[in-house]
């Protein structure tokens, strides 16, 4: 005997495959979007140790940041009601770039940005120090290499074949003597863990020269090491998942208050945003007008800002109506020397 489907039965059916439907629609489907909104303000003397440092610090020193998530339709429909959220399209930020390849270059910049950071605080505070390659870092695998199962974005590349990997000159010279297809041990600390993986040369064309040669099949960078003379002076830095390069100023001037005497921050709670380079240079950033707001709401008092994003900052500190000082800066003494005039805070 058939069974037929009754009326309702179809109703109720047709309405859980359309309620199934709208909620993949609204909660899963990508689209080609981000938004941006206000993030953190973080203190950085955590994140920052000098061997032998000066303890003194009764205000602090605070990153910004943006919160950046990847839009799907009700968190789009969500920022039209936000006066906070910014829409970017995707492809503006990422470029043609993967979720996982886009992360590993913002830690690319966070570990240069810091790397700089240390640079020019050892400058600023008169402390000698060299540069030394620390390691190889994978910062993306092209979508037709050979390789791809056995790198990820982020990676760091330790050794090969047993032989310590620290810069692209080491690793030309260890392949070197290899052809096309010979297999090499690589090992890899990827999140913390250490792994090694069996992975066949491919043939790759040297940006120097244009000629073909093996190699691993990725993209690759040299993170460097600052290494002061004086041991009592050496930085570390803790792990963050914070990334990108808008942090160096800020970083520099917590270093920079370890390293000497006295506390530079004079009791004041001191945010700030820009990048800077060695010679102290104090660079433009993008999402200033979050960071604005990120920085009000931990209370803020101060907040340096590169001199180029001086005007979005403070139109967004006016809209707001924060009692935060905007003080505009082209390198790190600007900073320094306004806080230096600073009389101590009651």
Do not use: C, W
């Not at 069974?3 to 309405?15: A, W």
């Not at 066949?200 to 190699?215: N, Q």
């Not at 004079?266 to 660079?283: H, L």
């Amino acid at each position: 005997m058939k069974k037929s489907v009754k009326p309702n039965g179809l109703r109720i059916v047709l309405y859980l495959l359309m309620v199934g439907l709208m909620v993949y629609l609204v909660v899963y489907m990508p689209t080609p979007y981000l938004i941006y909104q206000p993030g953190s303000a973080e203190e950085v003397r955590p994140m920052i140790r000098v061997e032998k440092s000066d303890p003194e610090e009764e205000g602090t020193f605070m990153m910004t940041t943006v919160s950046a998530s990847y839009a799907n339709l009700a968190l789009l429909m969500m920022s039209t009601f936000n006066p906070n959220a910014e829409v970017v399209q995707k492809a503006e930020k990422m470029g043609d770039q993967s979720k996982e390849e886009y992360a590993a270059t913002q830690v690319y910049y966070m570990n240069s940005s810091q790397s700089s950071a240390m640079e020019a605080a050892y400058q600023a505070a008169g402390v000698e120090y060299a540069i030394e390659p620390a390691y190889v870092f994978v910062m993306s695998i092209p979508d037709d290499s050979a390789n791809a199962d056995h790198f990820h974005p982020g990676d760091k590349l330790i050794r090969i074949d047993g032989q310590p990997a620290k810069d692209n000159d080491k690793i030309a010279a260890l392949l070197s003597g290899k052809q096309v297809g010979d297999k090499v041990s690589v090992e890899l600390e990827r999140g913390g863990k250490t792994l090694k993986e069996d992975v066949s040369l491919v043939s790759i064309k040297d940006e120097k020269t244009g000629a073909e040669r093996p190699g691993l099949g990725v993209m690759i960078a040299t993170m460097q090491k600052v290494a002061p003379s004086n041991p009592d002076y050496v930085i570390n830095f803790a792990d963050t998942s914070i990334g990108g390069p808008s942090a160096g100023l800020i970083f520099t001037l917590e270093i920079y208050n370890q390293l000497t005497p006295g506390d530079l921050s004079k009791g004041y709670r001191i945010a700030g945003t820009g990048t800077i380079d060695k010679s102290g240079k104090v660079g433009p950033i993008g999402g200033v007008k979050h960071k604005i707001v990120a920085a009000d709401r931990e209370e803020a008092e101060i907040f340096f800002v590169p001199t180029k994003n001086y005007e979005e900052a403070k139109k967004r500190a006016d809209r707001i109506g924060t009692d935060m000082k905007l003080v505009q800066v082209e390198r790190l003494q600007d900073a320094l020397d306004y806080l230096e005039q600073l009389p101590p805070k009651e």
